[in-house]
């Protein structure tokens, strides 16, 4: 067994190929994210350096108020800059704005010198500090947040729709409350956080990470599938296991080095553009971890950020390897895992964070390999009326997932070589003893629907399908909806009492003629004026606007009439089912393929 790994390790990085791809990939990173951070914003980043290490010489009390000065400083330097501005102009306008700025900042009158920037440019200094400015007053009311957070919970559970003890609500606030009654003897230490969730939350690191995890798992397997070898290496002893067990094991320790490299390479070069941060300090000392409950320093989230990123790289490699084991060519597992990722984006952008199916908001490929948005994020699911925390569910997912990969790739490893003939469960079905041309009509169905994958295409049409069905709003014009409000009182066969309505309505309408051409005569004679005229028709021609729904249910009547067979149905589902334009379009791609 340790003879195979260390071969697998070595055909995998020895492979020039690999190595070429993944050096590429690495460079790309450290290019885009140099680029994003030295190429692209009003603030330089050497800003940030400059005022974390000054910072780091103060003691945590003096922090803030040393923000709020430098701020303030920073903004009368601004008003005074935009005074002077403003003597040059020579205006009534120009005075009276000097006045209002003049008693709003009394300081401006005073001389002294501008502050020190660390930007060097009086409007690149403004932004540098609102943004820095924002991050410590989030962390400066932490004490505050959560003696909040205390009195919400007390509020909530005296009403009483709250107040029932076996019921979810009263234990999530239960829950939530000693939660972050917990984080009361956390000690906070501000740090600027711009650089740190730059290098961990990049998303275009995390699709390289895993562009290259699906790389390496391809890579793994596809030597030995393309060269067919697998069925020589399937008929030695224990030849599937060890097979299995050698790959997983490279995967495995290959997901510890990638991530690593990648990440890695972000903290180093955040750490040289922003400053080091201190890494003992607690995480509640970042401002977008406010929320979080997790008791830990910096330097713990990185060790778990990397630990949950690994997990989430070996589940990737193993979907990826049993796509592979699963079809022939390459094409179709990156097809696949692609549509997996699709499919994980909706759910992502459709699925309310607060809704019924919350959970698969949070819960599903995308979230699990950003990582970090789920540790600064509290929420508790209904878990059969108990409070469960997110991290358990992200870690009990993971594992689950783990599990349930490891189990498909062991039964794919050690199935039966395949044959190109019917499943032998099926075989053994009485109705399949059919004669010889019934047999191969069934064969060729099999190989059309298993053999070629088409039932892969028909799933992704039907996902199409049902994705457009509850996201296409259909415009329901006025004479439908009547048409509908008639066939629902109407609909299946025909009986006396529906007779005896149409009768009914038709003379209604026959009723409301009359009116109308008595009300025409009255005008002609002059009994009433166009005024009094129009007034009175009014009503009777919105009614008459019903009509033509009407009219349009008696030749429907009539056509049920000649067979008695014949029922009413509402038409307007099966039309757009068939013959609508956008449908159509879906149906033809699906006949494409």
Known sequence: MRSLLVMELYKLWRNKR????????????????????????????????????????????????FIQKHQTQVELAEVKALLVQLRKQHTPVAEIRIEALQEQYPDSRKGGDNPFLYTGALEAETAFMESVKTQADIVKEYPAFLNEIQQKAATISSISIFSEQDGFSSRNIQKSSADYAAMKSVQIDFQLEDGLLRAVSSPVTAMLVLLSILLYSTMVLMQEKEQKLLPMVYGTVRGASSFLHAKTAAIILSSLVIPVLFYGGNLLLMGIAYGPVKGAASIQSLASFQQSVLPCSIWELLLLFLLLKICICVIAAQAMQAFCLLFQHKITCYVCILGCVILAMLMHNFISPVGTFRVLHYINPVQLFQVIPLLQTYVNFNFFQHPVSLLPVYLGTLLLLLIALSAVLHILVNRPLRVRSLPQPLQKLQFLHLPVSRKLWLQECYK?????????????????????????????????????????????????????????????????????????????????????????????????????????VLQEYAYIKQDPSRQFVIPFGYRRQFFHRMYGYCRSLFYCF
Not at 19 to 47: K, R
Not at 55 to 63: C, E, F, S
Not at 498 to 522: I, S, T
Request: hydrophobic share 35%.
């Open 448 to 552: 059309f629907f298993w053999v070629q994958k088409i039932w892969i295409i028909c799933l992704v049409f039907a996902g199409l399908q049902l994705y457009s069905y509850s996201h296409t709003q259909q415009y329901t014009s006025t004479h439908e909806r009547l048409w509908i409000s008639y066939l629902q009182k109407l609909q299946g066969p025909l009986t006396a009492d529906k007779e005896a309505f149409l009768q009914k309505e038709k003379k209604y309408y026959e009723g409301l003629h009359e009116q109308e051409a008595q009300l025409l005569q009255r005008l002609h004679e002059k009994d009433i004026s166009m005024e009094q005229y129009r007034r009175l028709m009014e009503p009777i021609s919105n009614v008459l606007q019903k009509e033509e729904a009407f009219q349009e």
């Open 18 to 65: 690999f190595l070429l791809l993944l050096g590429i990939l690495l460079l790309c990173n450290i290019g885009y994210l140099s680029y994003e951070t030295w190429g692209q914003g009003e603030v330089p980043v050497q800003a940030y350096r400059k005022l974390s290490a000054q910072l780091h010489t103060m003691d945590p009390t003096q922090r803030y108020t």
